[in-house]
């Protein structure tokens, strides 16, 4: 299974490594009298993915869409590939909205579609890429997903599994530094939630993308931040990881609208703090 091509049309627009991807500073925001963030402070670095871990309503979701610009905070500053977004316009946000791929929830694909026709929207309505080279681009990520047979079915003949796959392939198809992920496995059996953190990984590992995960399953959490993709000789698998590469992911744990806990997946199942025990049993 083949690596994809550089990303679209974005070499050009690469920041300095020590810059982070995203980087929220003392953010808060609240509706009405309900705090939802109180001074909610990270970074995440290019290349590393960072899991998003709370009870519902914890403020999740919530910060993805901060980071699309779509909600602009209260106080603090968030910051994009090293710009500041929270005080920009409409017009300047579509501009880094550009760099940014989302996974929603239940795949969000278009019924009336095609499977090619879904993965290229992106392409087809916001480039001047001619089609043919569209075509060859959706072709490239499906057959990185490990789809290119469905590229011409309809997403009614898929099972779910393969939609939400279909749906990381429109993620990306536009070649995104940064991709987020709103609870990709919601809903799905764990053989198959694993086909879709497969994809997460590979996405990390060989196209170094930077990735936000947010998810309310932790065997899925664990699965992705202990694992790695590897390729050698044009064969692609997915093994444990060392310890030192699962320590590169990050988990951020919402609570009372702050930030609770920050650290490796190991350092999340050694706590003897009585609340994160709880969420992890």
């Known amino acids: 299974m083949a690596q994809l091509a550089v990303s679209l049309s974005t070499a050009d627009r690469h920041v300095a490594s020590d810059v982070p991807v995203v980087a929220f500073d003392r953010v808060s925001l609240a509706f009405d009298d309900n705090v939802v ?24 979701s919530v910060i ?12 603090g500053t968030i910051s994009i590939n090293g710009r500041r ?22 795949s969000a694909l278009f019924d009336s579609l095609t499977v090619a026709d879904n993965v290229g929207y992106r ?5 001047d890429m001619p089609a ?6 959706i072709e490239e990520v499906l057959g990185f997903i490990g789809l290119e047979e469905y590229i011409d079915r309809m997403p009614s003949e898929l099972s779910g599994g393969q939609r939400r796959r279909v749906a990381i392939a429109r993620a990306v198809a536009a070649g995104p530094r940064l991709v987020l992920f709103d609870s990709p496995t919601s809903g799905l059996d764990p053989i198959i939630a694993k086909t879709v953190d497969a994809e997460i990984i590979k996405l990390r590992d060989l196209e170094h993308v930077t990735s936000i995960l947010v998810t309310h399953q932790l065997d ?4 992705v931040a202990g694992h790695e993709a590897l390729q050698e000789n044009g064969r692609l698998t997915i093994v444990p ?3 030192a590469t699962a320590d590169e992911v990050e988990f951020l744990m919402l609570r009372d609208s702050r930030v609770y806990f920050e650290g490796t997946a190991a350092e999340l199942k050694a706590s003897n703090d009585p609340y994160l025990k709880k969420f992890l049993s």
């Not at 963030?37 to 999740?60: H, P």
């Not at 043919?132 to 681009?137: L, N, S």
């Open 132 to 137: 043919a080279e569209v075509r060859r681009r």
């Open 241 to 243: 990881a060392d310890q």
């Open 64 to 75: 993805l869409k901060m980071i699309l610009g779509l909600l602009k905070p209260d106080s």
């Open 37 to 60: 963030l109180r001074d909610v402070s990270f970074t995440v670095n290019a290349g590393r993915l960072i899991v998003l871990l709370g009870a519902s309503g914890a403020g999740k």
């Open 220 to 223: 899925d959490a664990f699965y």
């Open 123 to 127: 392409l087809y309505e916001e480039t």
């Open 85 to 106: 977004i929270d005080n920009m316009s409409e017009v300047q946000l579509m501009e880094v909205r550009g760099d940014i791929g989302m996974l929603f929830q239940e």
